[in-house]
């Protein structure tokens, strides 16, 4: 069984002689260039990216110097023991020891946690701390011996961690909770933008490692809890709630990082379910989530169902995995590919059981928003996008849920009043037959945020192509019907339903208040 080391530093910000050494540790990654831009300059983009999916040989081969960074690459992200003369011209190695960073081994030291660089949103030098093993990759990456069984493990930064940073509105809040905070790094992108933050947690040594990230980051530190879901928060409310669960659908809890403990995807509907009651009003809940789709079920109506009452969502389905698929994956992910074949074809039926017990046919995997807004006509939105899309995606989803407010209240009559501006970096497509004298159909596309397409008549193309928020729709409206040769009466009455799908998917901009 592969493990992880029960000793983690001891760092404590309540303490100013600890609070300081670990300002002097963070002073010689940056002097060392220990930064995201100074380990792609050293490591070239092959061995970089090699490191994501736990190849380690690219990365030694680069790092056979005695630079400082080199120095610190081999400790904190290979595991490799240094001398300790080695380590001394990279870092302060009493104050390391002092505090558990790094345990002497003979004349040599070696790290005791993972330390990856991570770079901020406006290029902040950070450091996400993790087990051994777990700061790249994955569990599966995992090679090192330790003391404890793996299920107890603290994950570092991955593509799902990412991807809900990413996501995460960007707006100043008061109060933000990352329940399941694992090493820290929602609290730690949550700190840029909150005036308080709480992190929750299963695993208390969770709890230990993300304090470690904030600490080490130079951010605020956070209120940390233990335990499971909203239990460790009462009945405290939020104006940001953020999650990236153990959200595995999984036969059994083996590891805490990724399997929630409960039937199904019912990990995922309880956390939706029960965020409206830990919101203030506007307040978000980000999650990312799987769920399963069932045998004689629509997906989407299962998700929607999650919707607490009050809030509005927009669920986006990025990925859906046949669970075959899905089953080897987390084999993979747990280490099982290199068990016996038999104790492995045996775990392989226990998720095969699993699903057939459930009737699950595949998972879906994607992103869960919800704000609360008190409407009595919610807006929710599911839908499937596996495309590209740019992120960062917190504007865009604010903008999202800004729309939906605006169509929410605007009638027809409203919206032809209104005055509208084409979204920046939209371009027109006309697809048909070389030589054809017309289009077959023209698309609209983004090139910014979620990377949308959808196609549009001449008359939507051609509305769309002259807002500037000068004139109001209607007129718009006008000036093509009388171009057409078409009755206006009956242009205004059939146009506003493509103008809302156009509004909603944000190719279209309301101008309000500006004319």
Request: net charge negative; glycine share 12%; proline share 6%.
């Amino acid at each position: 069984m592969v493990g992880v080391s029960t000793h983690l530093p001891t760092t404590d910000v309540r303490d100013p002689a600890s609070r300081a050494r670990t300002d002097r540790l963070r002073e010689a990654l940056l002097a060392a260039g220990f930064t995201a831009d100074g380990l792609l300059e050293l490591l070239g983009a092959p061995a970089y990216a090699a490191l994501a999916r736990s190849e380690t040989v690219p990365a030694l081969r680069a790092t056979r110097g005695d630079s400082p960074l080199e120095t610190l690459v081999r400790l904190f992200l290979l595991q490799r023991p240094v001398a300790r003369a080695r380590a001394e011209a990279a870092l302060p190695v009493a104050d390391c020891l002092a505090d558990g960073w790094l345990v002497a081994d003979g004349d040599a030291v070696r790290a005791q946690v993972d330390v990856r660089p991570y770079g901020g949103p406006e290029g902040q030098d950070w450091w996400v701390v993790s087990d051994p093993g777990c700061a790249v990759g994955g569990a599966g990456g995992i090679r090192g011996a330790g003391e404890t069984d793996r299920s107890a493990l603290v994950l570092g930064v991955g593509g799902a961690s990412t991807t809900l940073a990413g996501i995460t509105v960007p707006t100043p809040v008061g109060r933000a909770l990352d329940l399941g905070t694992g090493s820290g790094i929602q609290a730690l992108h949550a700190s840029r933008h909150a005036t308080h933050v709480t992190a929750t947690d299963l695993n208390p040594r969770a709890l230990r490692i993300a304090a470690l990230t904030l600490a080490l980051s130079g951010a605020a530190p956070a209120e940390l809890r233990e335990g499971s879901l909203f239990e460790p928060v009462g009945e405290e409310t939020y104006d940001l709630i953020v999650s990236n669960p153990p959200f595995v659908i999984s036969p059994g809890a083996r590891l805490t990082y990724r399997d929630g403990g409960m039937g199904g995807d019912d990990l995922c509907r309880t956390l939706v379910q029960q965020a409206a009651a830990h919101l203030n009003d506007g307040g978000y809940c980000q999650l990312l989530a799987n769920w399963q789709h069932v045998e004689g079920e629509e997906w989407a109506d299962r998700v929607r169902s999650w919707v607490p009452r009050g809030c509005d969502a927009w669920v986006v389905q990025r990925e859906v995995q046949d669970i075959t698929q899905y089953a080897e994956l987390w084999l993979r992910d747990g280490g099982d590919h290199r068990a016996a074949p038999e104790e492995y074809a045996a775990r392989y039926d226990a998720w095969l059981d699993e699903f057939e017990a459930r009737g699950t046919r595949a998972v879906g995997f994607g992103w869960i928003t919800l704000r609360k807004s008190g409407a009595d006509d919610p807006s929710v939105i599911v839908e499937e996008w596996p495309h590209p899309v740019e992120q960062p995606l917190g504007e865009t989803v604010v903008g999202h849920f800004a729309r939906q407010d605006y169509l929410r209240r605007t009638d027809d009559a409203a919206l032809l009043a209104g005055h509208f501006r084409l979204a920046g970096e939209v371009v027109q497509e006309q697809v048909g037959l070389p030589g054809a004298e017309d289009p077959e159909h023209v698309v609209l596309r983004q090139n910014r945020g979620m990377r949308r397409a959808t196609k549009v008549d001449t008359v939507g193309a051609g509305f769309a192509g002259v807002c500037d928020g000068s004139l109001p729709a209607g007129r718009i409206l006008d000036a093509i019907a009388q171009l057409m040769g078409e009755d206006p009466v009956l242009l205004r009455d059939r146009t506003p339903e493509a103008i809302r799908m156009l509004v909603e998917q944000g190719f279209l901009e309301p101008v309000e208040g500006e004319r």
